[in-house]
């Protein structure tokens, strides 16, 4: 009863106050108060600071599954999930995102995972062990030298062999490259970037595929770290760019603390149905049956929250979201122009990057920082995600102006 009566007041805090309320430890309410402050003005990294999670939250406490240990160990996809798991709810986002990367309801396999990075660990785990249990070889990966460092650390943590491609100055994979680092004696496992890191840069999967062609003798395995466009593209006009039957790709792997704005790392993964099913065989009898993915324990929170943003957020308000974000970012690449400020963007991409202004804008604006003599040395980038507003994007302008 005192606990009922306990969460009870404390969500009616919650509700009734607009205030934060205080923590009772010093340290922790400043730390908290500099972030909601920075929060502001965080243009530089790719999350999403519109959150909608607050109602998850109510209901979380006021429900006491805040006092409920889940872990979703186990296969979401089986027929007889694990009860005491989020793993049903787990399911439904997967289906609810299946037909949006162009897979197909029968023949998709996927889990929530606990971040980008865990999506493209178990898509080249997966697409190594696809590859060599076809072949008998174990493949080669082949990535852009512009694609995020996970990837790379990925390949060194699996022991396998990898191939940087050079790509060009926007951060493109380069075709004519990749066709000469092709080693025709081992399969290919192709990591294609929906995103760069710096320059937003997305890999001309259809001219890759083109190189790839030329090759028939080749088994192929395509995996796409799609953690940032991922999650916008499918609500836009450009959504082909994210379909496994258009692109012809194997896994896929998205954020969903980016664009999504789930509050902490987390992310989804899938693949085809026979990509699962060349896995190596781990029958746990404890749980349920087959554990082919890598983590044994996840998240069971996660699930729920992205299950809840589909039921409250949904397909249309993230279109609406999606389209105001790269009308917002060409909006912002027409103003550095205006003012003479060198700067550069990707077609389909949410990311501007141009000359990097002073140290004091870099630091107010949490500008992620990179280099290039052939843009002039010095760069910084803003990632217009749905917080970086038009009207946030003029005081920013007025700001270099100033300068």
């Not at 934060?20 to 790719?46: I, R």
């Not at 979380?60 to 798991?85: E, I, K, Q, R």
């Not at 971040?115 to 997966?126: L, V, W």
């Not at 000359?355 to 004091?360: E, Q």
Request: with cysteine; proline share 3%.
């Amino acid at each position: 009863m005192k606990k009922h009566l306990f969460l009870f007041v404390a969500l009616l805090a919650v509700c009734l106050s607009t205030e934060a309320q205080s923590s009772g430890f010093t340290k922790l309410d400043e730390w908290t108060q500099t972030w909601k402050e920075a929060q502001l003005t965080y243009f530089g990294y790719p999350v999403n600071e519109y959150s909608a999670l607050a109602d998850f939250y109510q209901w979380y406490v006021s429900s006491g599954m805040d006092a409920v240990n889940l872990n979703n160990a186990g296969d979401p996809m089986t027929d007889d999930p694990w009860n005491m798991s989020s793993q049903a709810f787990e399911r439904e986002v997967i289906e609810f995102f299946t037909p949006l990367y162009g897979f197909e309801r029968d023949n998709v396999w996927g889990i929530v995972t606990h971040s980008g990075t865990d999506g493209n660990n178990h898509g080249i785990y997966f697409g190594a062990k696809y590859l060599f249990n076809k072949t008998g070889k174990m493949p080669i990966v082949y990535v852009s030298d512009e694609a995020h460092y996970s990837n790379m650390r990925i390949c060194d943590l699996q022991n396998l062999d990898v191939k940087l491609i050079k790509s060009d100055e926007m951060g493109r994979m380069i075709p004519e490259e990749l066709d000469k680092a092709l080693d025709h004696t081992r399969p290919v496992l192709m990591v294609y970037a929906m995103g760069s890191t710096f320059r937003g840069a997305i890999d001309d999967m259809d001219a890759l595929n083109a190189v790839l062609d030329k090759y028939p003798e080749l088994t192929v395995f395509r995996h796409v770290d799609a953690a940032l466009f991922g999650g916008y593209l499918p609500f836009t006009e450009y959504k082909e760019m994210v379909s496994s039957r258009k692109m012809r790709f194997d896994a896929i792997a998205i954020s969903g603390h980016k664009f999504f704005g789930i509050d902490s790392p987390c992310g989804l993964f899938l693949c085809t149905r026979e990509t699962y099913d060349n896995q190596n065989n781990f029958n746990v009898t404890y749980l349920n049956g087959n554990m082919r993915m890598i983590n044994c324990s996840r998240d069971a929170v996660q699930p729920l929250k992205f299950w809840w943003l589909i039921q409250t957020v949904g397909y249309d308000q993230w279109s609406e979201q999606a389209n105001r974000m790269l009308e917002n970012t060409a909006y912002l690449k027409q103003q550095l122009e205006a003012i003479g400020w060198p700067c550069w963007a990707n077609e389909y991409s949410n990311t501007v990057f141009f000359k990097r202004p002073s140290k004091a804008i870099v630091r107010k604006y949490n500008l992620a920082q990179g280099y290039d003599e052939r843009f002039g040395g010095e760069l910084a980038h803003i990632v217009v995600m749905q917080h970086v507003t038009k009207e946030k994007i003029d005081v920013f302008i007025r700001a270099l102006q100033q300068e």
